[in-house]
């Protein structure tokens, strides 16, 4: 299973404090306002902001919030949100991945440089790790929504390229340009899926034992903590063992 999605685990596992999860929304808010001020309001017409609102609700995003940010792109008062991607290392030599909206450029870049560093990682130039990703639509869906071959077959249907399957439950892939239109074909075929968003897929990955681990949650920690930061990515891999200590 690959190391965002683990990590996903994990932070699900732990349970999202009021402060966290209020963090959350903010980001999402900062996501929808963007999809919605660069292009059409109307989610139909838009399949960033489709997407947006869908990952919002996802997470349980008040339907109020979600009206709110379209409603602050549509008003024109909301701020001119710049798109950045941010490479490095983190303990181990694992590749981690920032992407961040900011309004302030040489804050967040000074931001994020010092937590990397703070942190026992360090900030490496834009495309020194990011050739050991891939960017792919990724669509998940509960155990519940049938066996791994029902999951193959809707997914083939529907246009995507690969499926993980396993106890926690099904994630499905698909080239990055497919994702709206693998989703609503996968939606047909097996309902409302738990996530559905544009992702960095490791294609080698960096083993880390406990202790690496750990020093390596700290430091997502610290940059997902950051208001600029959007979502962070690594391509960690780590037995069942070590994830079970942590």
Request: net charge negative; with cysteine.
């Amino acid at each position: 299973m690959a190391g965002h999605s683990k990590w996903a685990n994990i932070q699900h596992r732990k349970g999202r404090q009021d402060a966290v999860r209020a963090k959350l929304f903010s980001k999402f808010s900062k996501e929808i306002t963007v999809a919605a001020k660069m292009g059409d309001p109307d989610p139909d017409k838009n399949p960033r902001l489709r997407l947006a609102i869908k990952e919002a609700k996802a997470q349980s995003m008040p339907k109020d919030n979600i009206e709110r940010a379209i409603k602050k792109a549509m008003g024109g008062d909301a701020e001119d949100y710049e798109e950045i991607r941010y490479e490095g290392y983190g303990p181990n030599g694992v590749a981690i991945i920032v992407e961040a909206m900011t309004d302030n450029r040489n804050r967040t870049a000074s931001n994020v440089r010092s937590t990397f560093t703070k942190n026992g990682g360090n900030l490496g130039e834009t495309g020194s790790v990011a050739f050991m990703f891939e960017r792919k639509g990724e669509v998940t869906y509960p155990a519940s929504v049938g066996d791994a071959d029902t999951v193959m077959m809707a997914a083939l249907e529907a246009g995507a390229e690969d499926v993980e399957s396993g106890d926690d439950g099904h994630t499905i892939w698909c080239a990055d340009t497919d994702l709206s239109e693998a989703a609503s074909a996968l939606e047909e075929a097996l309902g409302e899926s738990n996530s559905t968003k544009l992702v960095w897929k490791p294609t080698t990955t960096t083993e880390m034992d406990l202790e690496s681990m750990q020093k390596l949650m700290k430091l997502i920690e610290a940059l997902e903590d950051d208001d600029d930061v959007q979502r962070v990515t690594t391509n960690f891999e780590a037995s069942d063992a070590v994830m079970e200590q942590l």
